[in-house]
């Protein structure tokens, strides 16, 4: 029986990823480990007999941001089309490996820090500190000036509506001999898809999150039972 799954990616490491730097709409390049990471990891798990086989992916979705985006480019993947921020393709015909659009969207981007853009855990709980403010804890208190864990909620709520709706809903379930899959990838930013995980088994932000996601990691999200009313972190 076929059971859909979201592929989750944090992109590559960047100089602030490597220091604890809170990263939201800043635009920063990978560093050049951080490339070398993303490509390894295509490697290693794109591919036929993989655990993400190109040709199974119905959608791709990337955030705004461009050091997403240079991780979807770098997994390998060799779309039919050419990527949205692209003015031409970078591989031949024969080269495809996968007929998944790739959608940029705001959804997925990083939450938004607003006043805490740029700062480290650490310089955050002086800063608290100093200003009579209790310890932070982002998943309750969301950010100054940024995105509250409503805010986030919704927009991720939104997303996951759509995924289900347009790519699991009419698979889940059905005999795998069909050629269905509903396979979905998303790649973005270490806060947003910890956020997503939780949601994706309705969890609420606001009672923590216990998943990890380094630069570079990879999750999948699918459902028990090959049912679509019950969703898991795999």
Not at 47 to 67: E, K, M, T, W
Not at 196 to 219: F, Y
């Amino acid at each position: 029986m076929t059971t859909p799954r979201v592929f989750i990616i944090r992109h590559g490491e960047t100089e602030w990823s490597l220091n604890g730097r809170h990263t939201g709409s800043t635009e920063l390049p990978l560093t050049t480990n951080g490339e070398k990471r993303i490509l390894a990891t295509g490697q290693a798990l794109v591919g036929d007999n993989r655990l993400i086989v190109p040709a199974q992916l119905s959608h791709i979705y990337v955030s705004p941001r461009r050091r997403a985006q240079r991780t979807l480019e770098l997994l390998g993947l060799c779309c039919a089309e050419k990527f949205p921020w692209q003015d031409e393709r970078t591989h031949q015909d024969e080269e495809i490996r996968t007929n998944a659009k790739v959608q940029v969207t705001g959804d997925i981007r990083e939450w938004d820090y607003g006043d805490y853009e740029g700062l480290t855990s650490a310089q955050i709980r002086e800063q608290r500190k100093q200003n009579g403010e209790a310890a932070w804890d982002i998943w309750k208190d969301g950010c100054p000036g940024g995105e509250s864990p409503r805010d986030v909620t919704d927009r991720l709520d939104r997303l996951i509506d759509e995924i289900r709706s347009k790519y699991h809903k009419e698979v889940t379930g059905k005999p795998k001999d069909e050629g269905v899959s509903g396979d979905v990838l998303v790649v973005a930013h270490g806060h947003i898809l910890r956020a997503l995980a939780m949601r994706w088994i309705n969890k609420e932000l606001t009672n923590g999150v216990a998943l990890l996601l380094d630069a570079g990691g990879v999750g999948t999200l699918s459902y028990e039972h090959h049912n679509i009313n019950e969703p898991a972190i795999l």
